[in-house]
């Protein structure tokens, strides 16, 4: 069983920054590949970043892409999303979730383990 605790959401201004994080559980935590989601009001969820395994390398959304930045910290079974130059598009509750494959995915239905979510408001 998987389990994942995300945190640092918050509200942020225009242009800020913030950095998500979420832990997670599990010996082999370096073997999972993580996503991050995120769903606003109204909306479907959807493919913000992912890190694959083995190879760490990582994806983004053409949204996020050069704003926010996805890392692993494997001691730690820790993964980050580090969101610059916020905008008021990116407010959403913001999810991680771990599957046990090789090769990310920007599908949300292939990923089993889902954390709580934390929100991000970035007011217009």
């Known amino acids: 069983q998987v389990q994942l605790v995300e945190s640092g959401g918050g509200l942020v201004q225009a242009g800020g920054s913030l950095r998500l994080s979420c832990a997670a559980s599990g010996r082999t935590f370096s073997t999972y590949v993580m996503g991050w989601f995120r769903q606003a009001p109204g909306k479907d969820r959807e493919f913000v970043a992912h890190?694959?395994?083995?190879?760490?390398?990582?994806r983004y959304a053409d949204s996020v892409k050069g704003r926010f930045t996805m890392s692993r910290d494997n001691d730690k079974r820790t993964v980050y999303l580090q969101m610059n130059s916020l905008k008021p598009e990116d407010t959403a509750v913001y999810y991680c979730a771990a599957r046990f494959s090789v090769g990310g995915s920007i599908t949300s239905n292939v990923y089993p383990y889902w954390g709580q979510g934390t929100q991000v408001t970035v007011p217009s």
């Open positions: 890190i694959s395994w083995p190879s760490d390398s990582t």
